[in-house]
């Protein structure tokens, strides 16, 4: 019985030891080795940095240094696919066998997304066409391209205006027409399109220019007060329905650092005449109908007389020369700037502050008054003479002004002050606007309801006759103004048509 107990041990520690042995050899065929390797970018070559590298069956993650190399340690032997992946690249596999104690190598070659993209087609610009003129504001910008693939694509205008440089920048725009507003009247604008599907680079269209309508229509001058200073505009006709939209086609012609006022333009010389204050003197300037080219006439003998700003002067008939005054004495000169002489001298006393040109003759009217702008006086004068030929209003009780010459030359339009007011402040209160008509030597005022309390100041007759333009504004002195034009020789007294807000001293030619 011992005997097969003893032989029963034996059995059992033999079975033990050999399951022991066993286990001990699976441990053991658990044998290492290494993979390392490069990332490059497919065709240039270039490391490629950051790149997440992984395995499967799965061992350790690692990243590229800025070299592109990576390594993993102890990697158990076998067969594995080692997959490289990065953003906005396309995500790589290799195949990769690991022995025991040696180290494996695989190159990795990735493609750009973008290399697998196809670039939106470069864009064709439609409208405004290259080179076109007078292109009406607000301009719709259209143009076309698309995508070669599936991508969205988005569209970048870019426009420059080519006097001043400025730039401006319409990004993301989706679809392939963009209206913009506001552009600078009679510049010259260029534009460019850049399409992108924000995968590939993108594509840019030809550079191409077209000039914005400008003055060419505009028959309005006025001015506005921007900073303490006079600047002069430039304006077309009302449009929209009934004419109701206002403030037209608006262009700034002077700067708002310069005190430029009494814009008269001449289309036979097409130049635009006006008063600048300059080292404390108002002196005669010329500048183009778009506002280039201003030019200092007057020198050594400045516009002068009682108060600046009612100062007036006038172009002579052929556009060649100007009239003005300083104080008692008219001058004319010439728009280049030569032939500067006195063509007539009143009183002392009396100050010559407007002048207007007979269309139909070269006769001129004065508006004379003395240095307190009172005790006025239209005088009708033959400037090759140099005498006064008619008096035709004398002794006016209150302000006088805002004279001007009909298209036949037998009116004379002008305002008064019908509330007889004189004061140090040469204050108006109820200033009214009159035609006197030289044949009959009768003056008649022309009704253009306007209420108590309120002005009509610096009429003009437009260039047909058929209208009078003038500056509506309340008498206190502060208020905004307006610029407004009546028709003539109606049988109904119409409405007063509105023209510009915040401006004054109008011309229409």
């Not at 870019?158 to 913009?180: H, P």
């Not at 010329?286 to 516009?303: C, F, H, R």
């Amino acid at each position: 019985m011992t005997h097969f107990k003893n032989i029963y041990y034996y059995t059992a520690l033999c079975f033990s030891l050999l399951f022991l042995s066993c286990e001990e050899d699976t441990l053991g065929d658990q044998t290492f080795g290494s993979l390392d390797g490069k990332v490059v970018t497919n065709g240039v070559n270039a490391p490629l940095e950051n790149v997440k590298i992984t395995t499967n069956p799965a061992s350790t993650t690692v990243f590229t240094d800025s070299e592109g190399n990576f390594k993993i340690e102890d990697i158990l032997v076998g067969d594995y696919s080692v997959q490289a992946e990065k953003d906005n690249f396309e995500t790589s596999f290799e195949a990769a066998s690991i022995f025991i104690d040696k180290s494996t190598t695989i190159i990795f070659e990735m493609d750009s997304t973008s290399s697998s993209n196809l670039q939106p087609l470069v864009p064709e610009l439609y409208y405004p066409a290259d080179h076109q003129i007078k292109v009406p504001d607000p301009v719709e910008f259209i143009w076309s391209s698309a995508s070669n693939d599936s991508d969205d694509i988005n569209y970048t205008l870019e426009l420059r205006n080519g006097s001043t440089g400025e730039t401006q920048i319409y990004s993301t725009v989706t679809d392939t027409t963009l209206v913009v507003e506001n552009l600078a009247i009679g510049a010259t604008y260029f534009w460019q399109v850049t399409a992108s599907d924000n995968i590939t680079t993108p594509v840019q269209s030809k550079i191409s220019n077209f000039q914005l309508e400008g003055v060419e229509s505009n028959r309005f001058l006025f001015v506005r007060n921007i900073n303490g200073n006079n600047v002069i505009f430039s304006g077309g006709e009302p449009v929209g329905v009934n004419d109701q939209d206002i403030n037209q086609n608006e262009i700034q012609l002077t700067t708002d650092n310069l005190n430029s006022y009494r814009p008269k333009a001449n289309r036979l010389a097409e130049k635009v005449a006006f008063i600048r204050t300059t080292g404390g003197e108002s002196h005669l300037f010329t500048m183009n109908l778009d506002g280039t080219n201003q030019k200092q006439l007057t020198q050594e003998i400045p516009i002068a007389g009682f108060r600046q700003d009612e100062m007036e002067y006038a172009w002579h008939n052929n556009g060649g020369s100007i009239y003005y005054s300083n104080f008692n004495k008219l001058y004319t000169i010439n728009i280049d700037g030569s032939g500067n002489r006195m063509v007539y001298e009143a009183l002392n006393e009396e100050f010559i502050t407007e002048v207007a040109t007979n269309p139909a003759n070269e006769q001129i009217v004065l508006k004379l008054n003395n240095s307190d702008g009172y005790n006025a006086q239209l005088r009708i004068v033959n400037p090759n003479s140099g005498l006064g030929t008619q008096t035709i209003l004398t002794g006016i009780t209150g302000a006088l002004g805002g004279v001007d010459y009909s298209l036949d030359g037998n009116k004379i339009l002008y305002t008064r002050d019908v509330s007889n007011t004189e004061n140090t402040q040469y204050r108006q209160l109820d200033s009214r606007i009159f035609e006197y008509d030289l044949t009959t030597s009768t003056s008649t005022e022309l009704d253009t309801q306007k209420p108590t309390g309120f002005n009509n100041l610096d009429a003009k007759y437009a260039p047909n006759g058929g209208y009078v333009i003038f500056t509506y504004t309340s008498n206190d002195g502060i208020s905004e103004k307006s610029i407004v034009r009546k028709q003539l020789d109606v049988i109904d007294i119409l409405d007063n048509e509105i023209l510009f807000t915040n401006g004054y001293m109008p011309n229409w030619e």
